[in-house]
């Protein structure tokens, strides 16, 4: 489509008719970018999930485990955004491997694989068959560290997934501008809403369509700006969707937290960090916190407005003569746009993932000197730029395999984090993975430091107080509630938790109180009437008990040896041993706990079944429980 690399001609139907075909056979070129892309990759075969949305969207995500949720699925949004193509694929892999963590990881891989190849086929077709520019593209593309997290993490399916058919829907435009056929267009139409239904980040698409019309030089007619209407629509009314879910999550930061001036920076602060990190992808990291409130910003934030006006000023004086360069810069900041933070989204200044599509826009300079020299040595790339390639290409390979193997458990991926860049919502998850260890030690230090680093880190004050509950320090435990909710008046889980403390100190209204709001705020809280549930418990009110426990097992999606446990507890307390003799054999059957055959033991010594109540006892005392001496003796030898 063009007679020298970066320079369109009028009308991609002329350059076809002109643009003679290059010599040689370039299958091997994809095919290469896949294998060292298969390779770099590898350690994801052996990763698990971790705990940071991986729950959310599959671990703890009831949802997606029967194809009879399908209007959940294509329905509701997941975190504040609306990817019900990205929710149906997920049950669809938990339908063929459960929660087999391997088949996830591969899935993901595919699509980065398929990802690879759109990148060649459209760098292709968009430059007119120029070969290297297309595989240098796709090479950087492929093995690039700054796309780990996009590939790696499993909750970030959506993210491989909306680029497929955002690539596609790219690639086939391309030939709809040649052919104007109906049936193109309209394939255009339906990849992009399948990528809008995959992760609402889409929206952008129409706007990387007229930069193809720019660098084509076609926004002078009528024509191309009236057939993006339906694709802007499009976009409209999911982005509107995707504001309100986000403001309904609490994601969107409220300005007087960032004032304009700090989000002005921020979002330029983005622009230059992508580029450094493309250039530079050293010490990379799943988290990278905003800087403190209410101090001043790092120079480097004052300094990226530069960047940003450079990018400006190259793209004016290549927009004519070397509009591939312009298109490029035009593609990285579209792609970008809606990831830098002039509006304050979540709460990362910048993150790996963002950069998976735009990252294209950095690569195609490169490329585009590397095509050039090619251009000018018959077709073939000097050994010395042959060689460069090759040592990049060896040195990105290396730092993405490492990269990779960060990702294989949430300790590992957090430990990463606090080491590259320490902040209170790493330390904070490194606590919780301490907590599965059954360490709390080590927790309460991890929540103690991400603390100090930021006095409203309430997941971390909350946790930390979970820890004084299970200490039974309830007073401190309140505390640290009460912090929370000074912090946000409205967070579930410590008046949940506040609830339960104040029912284990005796004050039986203030408990009732929180546990009964907890249970407003979230009515599928995975331990609300469980909680409420030992509360009617302790006040004797059984019956209330019973079911609230038997409520959680409904709300949870499934039945509990320990909620079970407890029921047979309320049973046993108005003397109905028959009732807790039966669930107690229940329970025993799906789980082998000391505390449950201790429970057994009781209700067949309240039975008159002696040998039985011993044996039970015995079993429960070799389990590691404390049974009174005297009982054992009360049941003969």
């Not at 585009?368 to 990105?396: E, M, R």
């Not at 446990?565 to 706990?593: C, Y």
């Amino acid at each position: 489509m063009q007679g020298k690399a970066g320079n369109p001609p009028a009308t991609a139907k002329q350059a076809k008719t002109r643009e003679p075909e290059p010599k040689g056979n370039y299958a091997w070129m994809p095919v290469l970018c896949i294998i060292l892309a298969l390779i770099v990759y590898l350690p994801v075969f052996k990763a698990g999930f971790v705990n940071w949305d991986d729950d959310d969207y599959v671990v703890k995500n009831y949802t997606i485990t029967s194809f009879k949720n399908i209007s959940d699925i294509v329905s509701k949004p997941l975190q504040g955004n609306y990817h019900p193509v990205t929710m149906l694929l997920l049950a669809m892999n938990y339908a063929i491997s459960g929660l087999n963590a391997r088949s996830y990881h591969v899935v993901n891989l595919i699509l980065h694989l398929l990802n690879v190849l759109l990148v060649f086929l459209f760098v292709r077709r968009l430059t007119g068959n120029k070969p290297w520019l297309a595989f240098v593209t796709a090479l950087l593309f492929a093995v690039h560290p700054l796309h780990t997290e996009s590939v790696a993490w499993v909750s970030e399916r959506k993210d491989v997934l909306y680029s497929f058919f955002f690539l596609a829907g790219l690639h086939i435009y391309i030939r709809y501008t040649q052919n104007r056929k109906l049936t193109t267009y309209l394939a255009v139409m339906g990849l992009f809403i399948l990528s809008l239904l995959s992760k609402p980040a889409a929206v952008i698409f129409p706007v990387v369509l007229l930069a193809i019309d720019f660098y084509f030089g076609k926004l002078n007619t009528s024509r191309t700006w009236i057939e993006k209407v339906p694709f802007l629509l499009l976009s409209a009314g999911m982005g509107l969707l995707t504001l309100v879910a986000q403001r309904q999550q609490g994601a969107v930061a409220d300005a007087s937290i960032f004032p304009f001036v700090s989000r002005f920076f921020f979002g330029f602060y983005g622009i230059m960090m992508y580029l450094v990190k493309s250039i530079w992808p050293l010490n990379l990291c799943t988290f990278y916190p905003f800087p403190a409130v209410n101090q001043p910003l790092p120079a480097a934030y004052y300094f990226s407005p530069f960047i940003g006006l450079a990018l400006i000023v190259v793209f004016i004086m290549t927009a004519r003569k070397k509009r591939m360069i312009a298109f490029a810069i035009l593609f990285y900041l579209i792609n970008l746009a809606l990831v830098l933070q002039f509006l304050a989204v979540g709460s990362a200044v910048i993150a790996d993932r963002y950069a998976y599509l735009p990252l294209i826009g950095v690569f195609l300079v490169p490329a585009f000197f590397f095509q050039n020299a090619a251009d000018k040595n018959g077709g073939k790339p000097t050994v010395f730029l042959t060689s460069l390639l090759v040592v990049i290409a060896v040195i990105f390979s290396i730092l993405t395999y490492r990269q990779a193997s960060t990702w294989q458990n949430g300790a590992s991926l957090w430990e990463q984090a606090i080491k590259v860049a320490p902040s209170s919502k790493a330390y904070t998850n490194r606590g919780l993975i301490y907590k599965q260890e059954n360490k709390p030690d080590n927790a309460l230090d991890m929540y103690n430091k991400a603390i100090s680093m930021n006095k409203a880190e309430k997941e971390a004050i909350v946790n930390r107080g979970n820890i004084y509950f299970n200490r039974q320090d309830f007073e401190r435990a309140i505390q640290d509630y009460n912090a929370c909710l000074a912090i946000d008046s409205t967070m579930q889980k410590a008046i949940e938790n506040r609830g339960s403390a104040y029912g284990a100190l005796g004050k039986y209204d203030q408990a009732l109180v929180d546990l009964n709001k907890a249970l407003v705020l979230d009515p599928k809280s995975v331990n609300g009437y469980a909680n409420r549930g030992v509360f009617y418990q302790n006040i004797n009110q059984n019956d209330k008990a019973i079911a609230d426990f038997y409520k959680q097992m409904e709300v949870n999606h499934k039945e509990s040896a320990d909620l079970l446990n407890s029921v047979a507890v309320s049973h046993m307390r108005q003397n109905q041993f028959g009732k807790a003799l039966e669930i107690l054999n229940k329970v025993i059957g799906m789980e082998e706990k000391g505390p449950f055959y201790l429970n057994r033991s009781i209700v067949y010594s309240q039975l008159g079944r002696k040998a039985e109540a011993k044996a039970d006892a015995l079993k429960a005392q070799a389990m590691g429980v404390k049974v009174n001496e005297n009982y054992l003796g009360s049941l003969g030898k």
